[in-house]
């Protein structure tokens, strides 16, 4: 059954220029039909009512709505308004002090002056930063001293960056509720900080081991490989400081984990055992047989080497793409073998003065053979991983002479330039002067060289051939082993002063001495008083000694460059001997003592041909009084002050002319060869 009904399409509380539809709506049997519709109501319905157009409605009655009487356009203003109050009022209130609720490292600077921020900082902040902190990188640990480190608080730069007062208004709304932490400025000096860096990593930087083979014997051993590790240092210093900032109050019981670069091995233990399996396992299965090649003059000489010092020699080093390379050590090989390479050369001959007739000769040098060490070592590497028998050709080099018949000839060595002989009549001491002077003989000293008697002997002992002779100890006689090498030296000396040689070195007896020239003669003892001159001619020097039962002669050949002539002074403040009086006992010898004195020996160089004196060189010489040994039975009297005479002083020198003035030795030990 259709119906009519009428629909309002304006809600309650509705308001505004809304229009009101009252449309009567038909209600039929497929639904409702809006009464609008142009066709004309079914009868028995009334016409729908006409309703006004409320849009065209006069509206010049009420006027023109303004644009800030709306709320939606005022109530926002008044709001950013009053923001904007609260915001410029809140600056004003901060002034110059530390903005609200701000920290530094955890130390609440809020609301402080910049002078009371300061104070706090200094006594809160300052002294943790600069101590020392644990510091890890691998497995080493340790520390480091910031302050050491040159790691420091910048009170000013962080009062300074704690002061900025935030201007973002969402910052400052939640500054009311949130504290605001500033980190730290800090100080550093980077070569401090750097050395302290430097200074760790020698604790934390682990070398790398390559792989490789050594040997326990003849058995090789495989040494594993393992990495290693190097403290990153640039990064380490950026942690370092990135972890003083973070924890500025040095809080945290945690080390600082600094970072490290692994450092890869280039030999594996699979290469390690390659080497092993293929060359040190044959290398050490059998010795290598080296023979002297054909037409040698050592030609047949055989000479085997060892496992023993294969293994001495063998070495495994890297070779740079990741393999291990076998080599032989030619010294090291060497070493190992000792003289059995001797058969395979010829050894050389230097060239040597010989006096033949009175005639000084040159003996030409001989070069010889020797194993060329670096081409044999490259040939035993070639059969190391061949089966036995392995055998090897010697390669041999020349091996000129070191003295050779040029040098000799050169030294100009042609003709006597000075001889000097001594008597003596003591057995013991004789034999010392044997044993000394075969020693000497064939001495070469070359231009410019200084020879030293000590230095060239060496120590005198019973195990070189010496036997206890007499000697001057502390103004006595007595014995001792060695003695009578000073007649040798005294004959030397002379030799020295008539070459016209330069004394460098030299001391003469306490006591005057029949048997040697006044004031040209020397003593000896080792290691504190010796005997030196040097070789200041333009030719070599050559010693030669001649030892005969009761006699000692001492001969440089040379060329002779000046005639030497020497004048004595006639003796002068004579001293008498002193009295002693000693227990006669077995070690008890009398002596009626010597007078002492001094002497001036003057050595007058003179030009070759002409005899026109080119210079002279005084000596002055001080004999001590030999004291008169007495000996009583009984004990001995008190001894009486200055009975003993000191060992003489050395001779005082004068020289003139063109001659460099040399120098006396003065004794150590007061000790001296007869």
Known sequence: ???????????????????VLRQPIVVGPVGLTSMS????????????????????????????????????????????????????????????GIPRYTTVGGVLLGGMSPDEAAARLEEELATSISEPRAVAAGEATGTLNSGAAGIKLDVEGSIAQAARQPLNPLTRLLSLFIQRDVPPVLSVDDDLLDAAIEEFASTADRPTIEGAITFDGIEPIAVEPVPGLALNRSAAATTYMDAVRADPANRSADPVELPVDELAVTITADEVQRALDTIAGPALAAPIEVRAPEGAASSGAVAEIPVTALAASLRFTPDGDGHLEATIDAEALLAAMGDAFAPLTTPSLDARFEIVAGVMTVVPSVDGTSIDRATLAQAIRTVLDQPAPRRVEAPLTAAPAAFTTEAASALGITEVVSS???????????????????????AVVPPGE??????????????????????????????????????????????????????VYHKPHSYYISRYPAGREA??????????????????????????????????????QVDIESVSSERYNYRSPQTQEKPDDDSCSPSRGSTGFDITVTRIFQQLGTGAVLGTEDFVTRYNAEPRIVCVPGAPPATTPGLVSPDAAPPARSDAGPRARGRNARSKRPALHL
């Open 420 to 442: 000097f002989t001594t008597s003596y009549t003591s057995t013991s001491s004789g034999e010392n002067m044997r044993v000394v002077a075969a020693e000497v003989n064939g």
């Open 450 to 503: 200084s020879f030293s008697l000590n230095g060239y002997t060496g120590p005198r002992t019973e195990a070189e051939g010496y036997v206890p002779a007499g000697v001057i100890i502390s103004g006595e006689f007595q014995q001792a082993v060695g003695g009578g090498v000073s007649q040798f030296a005294t004959t030397t000396f002379n030799a020295v002063f008539f070459a016209g040689l330069e004394d």
């Open 523 to 560: 003593t000896v003892f080792y290691d504190s008083i010796d005997l030196v001159f040097r070789n200041d001619q333009p030719t070599g020097i050559y010693i030669e000694t001649i030892w005969s039962p009761g006699s000692l002669t001492v001969t440089f050949w040379g060329t002779k």
């Open 37 to 96: 519709s142009p066709n004309p109501p079914p009868s028995g319905f009334p016409a729908p009512r006409e309703e006004p157009d409320l849009s065209e409605r006069d509206t010049s009655a009420r006027g023109p709505r303004r644009w800030w009487a709306r709320r939606r356009i005022w109530i926002p203003v008044v709001v950013l308004a009053a923001g904007a109050l609260l915001y410029a009022g809140d600056l004003l209130l901060a002034g110059d």
């Open 1 to 19: 059954m259709a119906g009519t009904a009428t629909l309002l399409d304006t809600p309650m509380g509705c308001r505004g220029n809304l229009r």
